[in-house]
């Protein structure tokens, strides 16, 4: 992958074979599974007729939503025909009546929450936006609807007694998932959803100041923070609002520096560490996301750093270890495509 490209077909091509590939392996898998008898003890096949493949079953939910925005933004790429064939085999009723029943099952109540729950809402996005261009995806937008629905009142019952967010850099950051969220929110046009997210952005994050951006990373961290923090909230805001608010959150400016520069990653063959490629990657995509919002004396700067860390680890996402190429394609593709406004390109 080039040192710091513009999405093309070819590089859809590429992120797609690496989706097909990495959802037809079931084995290794990680299980996010609590057994409560010996009759629960299934292959992940079994337990998840659609999301077994890419390691566990949240990666296997971003690897769809990779395949399908590669399907959506690269029309006519090679595999084209495999990723419908895919879809069709994988997004049946049926199969999704199975995950719904497994999410329903007993002490299930935070499966993959918040990090999983996100990424299923913005797969649904994804096939909304795909099935108007494409109507072979309305039977999978629609074959998936119930789990999206489930998910969305899962997570509107969930936000009012969350009183303080989760700002750690792994799955369990709650202003990552609540992007993935209101992406979903508003292409949905689900208003309760939408309204929800804004309020607790507000709560949780509108007085912070000078974040201590010094502090990060942490050494298996894939996501920042503070950038994810800002991310949600200038979805929140209006562009004077958010000018006030980043004015008053901006880390100083040695804090900042550490933010603009990529991360080393030492052994990408190992399964924490091969985060760190990740964390370039979604600091990537967060000055993308904000850059045309923030103050013109960093617009030089950021561009320089989204390139920075693009270069850093853009190669990551489609080539070595299964470790980190079952999910890193997900996080070069939202940090070459997600649109600033939420709404998405194409």
């Known amino acids: 992958m080039p040192a710091a490209p513009a ?16 959802l037809a392996i079931e ?21 998840h007729p659609v ?48 995950e719904l029943a497994y999410l329903r099952g007993a002490s299930r109540a935070s499966f993959e929450r918040p990090y999983g729950w996100g990424w299923l809402l913005k797969l649904q996005a994804e096939l909304e936006l795909l099935a108007r261009q494409r109507e072979s ?10 789990l999206a629905d489930d998910v969305a009142v899962r997570l509107l019952a969930y936000l009012p007694r969350l009183d303080y967010p989760v700002r750690a850099g792994t799955h369990g950051n709650t202003a990552f998932a609540l992007i993935l969220a209101l992406d979903y929110a508003r292409i949905a046009q689900h208003r309760a959803l939408a309204r929800s997210v804004a309020e607790r952005a507000q709560t949780w994050f509108g007085r912070d100041r000078r974040y201590p951006a010094d502090y990060e990373p942490g050494g298996d961290d894939f996501l920042s923070g503070g950038l994810v923090e800002a991310v949600l909230v200038r979805r929140t805001l209006d562009d004077g609002r958010f000018a006030e608010w980043w004015e008053a959150f901006a880390p100083p400016p040695e804090a900042l520096a550490r933010w603009l520069t990529p991360v080393r990653v030492v052994d990408a063959r190992d399964p924490k560490i091969v985060h760190l490629h990740g964390l370039n990657l979604s600091r990537a995509w967060c000055w993308r996301v904000l850059l045309r919002s923030l103050p013109a004396a960093l617009h030089d700067p950021v ?26 394609a997900s996080f070069a593709l939202l940090a070459l495509t997600d649109a600033p406004s939420g709404e998405q390109n194409g």
């Open 303 to 328: 561009s320089r750093a989204i390139e920075a860390h693009l270069a850093a680890s853009g190669a990551a996402a489609v080539e070595g270890d299964f470790v980190g190429t079952h999910w890193l």
């Open 27 to 47: 084995y290794p898998h990680q299980l996010q599974h609590l057994l409560a008898s010996d009759a629960d003890a299934r292959t992940p096949r079994a337990l």
């Open 137 to 146: 995806a309305r039977r999978w937008r629609d074959a998936l609807a119930p």
């Open 7 to 22: 999405f093309t077909p070819e590089l859809g091509e590429r992120f797609a074979r690496v989706a097909l590939s990495n």
């Open 51 to 98: 999301f077994w493949g890419s390691y566990d079953w949240h990666s296997s939910v971003h690897m769809h939503w990779t395949l399908a925005r590669c399907l959506r933004l690269a029309r006519e790429m090679p595999s084209v025909a495999r990723a419908v064939a895919h879809f069709d085999a994988r997004l049946l009723p049926a199969h999704v009546d199975a």
